[in-house]
């Protein structure tokens, strides 16, 4: 093989393996040839002559599923890093907004990306054009590998050990009532002075609620509204049916105005740390890491944190 057909044959290789780790992270044919702006049988031929190359089979190929067997999982996992900084290196290169054109997909709980996300990612779009984000709200967490997204913003403790974890934050919670409410009944400033008053509730299976629930019980309090959404949650405290626990960047408007009141200064502080969380294993384009950068800033102006760096 003479040095052209050498050179020509690695970077063939080169580019069925950018193709292979593509498809694995996307778990389709189809977005990989949509996103790399090549047609699926050339996708389809790119695997195969890796396959053949490397004598192993790489994918399982179902009409529903593309999954790597045993043979790509281990390539994948032996490759991901190095690939991952090829990929990247060949993205800050490129020139002007090349780089910046297909979709990012980002999962974050709902009222959280409408009211925080929504604002930052229609300034990005808005800058560059090219740029499609697909906005996954849903307040269970949704798995990276159901959603196939770039990143993710979660609220909580985070401690899966394939995933890259950095702090934007903390989520924290104040007790309000609306002026409406506190009109009807009385300002509640204490947590003694909770006695008789109803609650709204943001309810959620598990120990955390039963141990709220039993809170306001002890200060003779009674929940009268439950909610598993913030905003519904949000919108009957605002509607005065009683006092609830709701997120200060929620309410932050609403206390400005002083259409809702701050109530019981003696309670505990309680607040939820908030992540942006990615795939280690995964190569993030660069055009996803210019939103996932944008959203970081965002939410730390937000939510008064300073952004750490990546775990």
Known sequence: MNQSSARASSAAHLAALHTFFRVV???????????SGITQPTVSRQIAALEADLGVRLLNRTTRKVSPTDAGRALYARAAGAMQSLFE????????????VGQVRITAPGALGRRLLL??????VAKHPGLAVDLQVSDQRVSFVDSRADFA??????????????KVGVSEQILVASKSYVRRH???????????????????????????????????????????????????VTAGLGVGMLPRWLVAEDLARRSLLP???????????????????GWLPRRARLVLDAVVKALALRLGGIASPEA
């Not at 290196?89 to 910046?100: K, L, T, Y």
Request: hydrophobic share 45%.
């Open 186 to 236: 009385r300002w509640p400033r204490t947590l003694a002075a909770l006695n008789g008053h109803s609650v709204v509730l943001r309810a959620e299976n598990g120990a955390a609620t039963a141990s709220l629930r039993a809170e306001f019980a002890r200060f003779g309090a009674r929940v009268v509204f439950s909610s598993d959404d913030i905003e519904t949650a949000y919108l009957a």
């Open 25 to 35: 992270e996307r778990g389709s044919f189809r977005a990989v040839a949509r996103e």
């Open 119 to 124: 604002p930052v990612l229609a300034t990005v």
């Open 153 to 166: 913003v979660r609220v909580g403790a985070q401690s899966e050990a394939s995933l890259s974890i950095r």
């Open 89 to 100: 290196a060949e993205d800050d290169v490129r020139a002007g907004d090349s780089a910046m």
């Open 263 to 281: 109530c019981a200064s003696d309670a505990p502080e309680a607040s939820a740390p908030v992540f942006v969380v990615r795939p280690t294993s």
